[in-house]
């Protein structure tokens, strides 16, 4: 079955600790983003890349960092510099055509609590 | 200024009835692309419906319609005979094609419950 794949489903962290949350895709998509959700709200854009090697910022990209080494990989880190990590963050992917539909299919989220 | 704005925070609606949730969108990108996301209790987002800024036709997906009037910026959901398992979150999303990023501005959501 192809898709998104976001683990843990729920984590705890200390204030003052790095996190990292894993991200997996088998769609053969060349994008994946990473998106945060607070309660309430729509969905944010923390960092994107549109290609192995090349990721880029998006709104609320401070305290958090990436990497993409391989294709079906984006982790995100959520640094102890993130001043309010509490969130539902959602990873996704998409083929990443330049133009016209692109939509993109999203993981489960994991919920990140800071105690 | 909001890229996205769906005004609506909840929708009632009574099964088997059609119901219409709202976006606006604000953008100066000649070629931009609109999207329809469903939200249920689990977490995960899920694509219903696409809109392009140059298609001729509105979208249609099923059950899901775009009801896009582009001189008025507005790409309104609407959702025929409702189903209980329709009630969940729903989010409009745009992409501006000029930037020549892939990412999506989000609304922030219609809560939309559906009655017995």
């Known amino acids: 079955d192809g898709g998104i794949t976001q683990s843990p489903k729920y984590l705890f962290r200390k204030e003052g600790q790095n996190v990292t949350l894993s991200c997996e895709q088998n769609?053969?998509?060349?994008?994946m983003y990473w998106y945060r959700q607070d309660p309430g709200q729509g969905l944010r854009l923390i960092y994107y890349?549109?290609?192995?090697?090349?990721?880029q910022k998006g709104d609320i990209a401070e305290g958090y960092s990436v990497s993409r080494e391989k294709k079906e990989s984006f982790p995100l880190t959520v640094t102890s510099a993130q001043k309010n990590p509490t969130a539902f963050y959602l990873c996704?992917?998409?083929?990443?055509?330049?133009?016209?539909?692109?939509?993109?299919?999203f993981g489960p989220g994991t919920r990140l609590t800071v105690l | 200024a909001q890229k996205i704005t769906q005004t609506q925070p909840g929708m009632f609606v009574q099964e088997k009835e059609a119901v219409t949730l709202d976006c606006t969108y604000d953008?100066?990108?000649?070629?931009?692309?609109l999207f329809w996301y469903k939200q249920p209790s689990s977490g995960e987002m899920i694509f219903l419906i696409y809109?392009?800024?140059?298609?001729?036709q509105n979208a249609t997906e099923g059950r899901y319609s775009l009801n896009f009037q582009k001189a008025r910026k507005s790409a309104n959901l609407v959702i025929s005979a409702s189903q209980l398992g329709d009630s969940a979150m729903y989010f409009c999303?745009?992409?501006?094609?000029?930037?020549?990023?892939?990412?999506?501005?989000f609304g922030t959501g219609t809560r939309l419950t559906v009655i017995p």
């Open positions: 996704a992917s998409s083929i990443g055509r330049r133009e016209g539909r692109d939509e993109q299919f």
């Open positions: 769609l053969n998509h060349d994008a």
């Open positions: 890349s549109q290609i192995v090697n090349d990721f």
């Open positions: 953008t100066s990108d000649p070629s931009y692309g």
């Open positions: 809109q392009g800024s140059y298609d001729q």
């Open positions: 999303a745009m992409r501006e094609v000029q930037t020549g990023a892939n990412n999506l501005f």
